[in-house]
């Protein structure tokens, strides 16, 4: 590739400018330089050494103000990869943690060679808050991570000292309080080639108390394959039977309970959870806020397993669905009182309702009975519980599982349906 061909190159795929801070190329004998920069002051300073500062601050001062990123290369090939992994790399941590980072850092270095004074740029930091855990973490950009473990340690531990002294940053609420989190003692490394050094690396932290967390290219191969797909979080066995549907580009995985899913649901994921006892009306404004969380139109999967519908299609000839309704109504009925003891106990532990992400709906209890007193089908059938309340036994002679009730069209239908909402 020419050079003319080159710099097409980089000015097809490298901005022109960040946050006010020029690109600008430099070509010498032995390296190239490519710096982001409010003018042309660092421009090849490794190569003459020179220093261009003001009057109110030292040389590093000035460095610090007036570059944004900086890297050398053998060539200026060698320095356009390197410049573009950079970028690439924090725009990937800034993607991941949107919502949690609280300060970025580009560090400072002053070295001396030969008489002369360098000033680099070697990583990028920044602080990251897991509001879940009420802890804080580090995330590292390195294009030279074995080069730079020496210098990332010590800002690491200054970092962690001024958070431990409350000198670095104080933040509070009614419902926050930040001296709460725990001390940062993880980084998550970013660099796409960690070369045979990966293990070095992990020891050297790992002996000075971090934990580290190497994300690499084989890391990202992977996490960008899974941002093809659409992973949604449900409840226990669900999963299993979910991913057998094999939805292009969905994958299923498993989650603990319904308040973790909801605690991944504000945090913006795709989320799966049962109807339980939740109003239609209380689903549709929870929709409005959470539009990546979805919740079954029935009480749990069994209900749609075991819908009469679902049975039917299996056009089993022992099957009577007159009956087999009119058997899961006098259920109902037989058990109606002990439904309405659950359904207030239960509904009081919905973070969904106890945090007050709706606004209540008036009467819900109310809405609940009349509905599960009703003995019109489709209206009691949401609320009731058929992998608790109801027995089976009218089935056992169809000899039904819950494999081949997951594998037909009306079951199919009915999520492709939800997940569309």
Known sequence: MSENELIEKINRELPEEIDGFKRRIGVFDNFSNLIYSNDGSYLGNHLTGNITRDNENTPLEHFAKNVLYDVLGKNLEDAFHKMKEKLELNERVKNEFSKSIMFGFNPNFKQSVSGKTHFLKLFEIYLVLDLNSES???????????????????????????????????????????????????????????????????????????????????????????????????????????????????VFTEEHNSYSIFQNAKAGKYCLRDKDYLLDEEINR??????????????????????????????????????????IIKSKNECFLEI?????????????????????????????IEELKSDEFEVFYKHFDMKKMYNKKFLEKSHLNESILAGTQWFKSKIISLLNS
């Not at 797909?229 to 057998?244: D, F, H, T, W």
């Open 136 to 250: 804080q973490f580090f995330c590292v950009v390195s294009i030279n991570p074995f080069f730079d473990v020496n210098y990332i340690l010590p800002i690491a531990i200054a970092l962690k000292k001024q958070i431990g002294d409350h000198s670095f940053i104080k933040l509070s609420g009614d419902d926050f309080d930040y001296i709460d989190f725990n001390l940062p003692r993880t980084i998550h490394m970013y660099s796409y080639d960690f070369g045979q050094r990966k293990e070095e690396i992990k020891t050297f932290f790992k002996n000075h108390g971090w934990n580290i967390k190497v994300k690499d290219k084989y890391f990202f191969e992977k996490q960008d394959t899974l941002n093809k797909e659409r992973i949604i979080l449900c409840e226990g066995k669900n999963c299993k039977m979910l991913n057998s549907l094999k939805f292009p580009n969905v």
């Open 286 to 327: 929870l929709k409005k806020i959470f539009p990546k969380y979805f919740i079954l139109n029935y009480y749990c999967i069994e209900n749609y397993l075991y819908h009469p519908e679902n049975i039917e299609e299996l056009k089993n000839s022992n099957f009577l669905k007159k009956e087999y309704i009119n058997d």
């Open 340 to 368: 309405v003891a659950n359904f207030k106990l239960t509904r009081n532990g919905y973070k969904e309702l106890s945090e007050n992400q709706i606004n209540k709906v008036q009467n819900a209890d109310t809405i609940l």
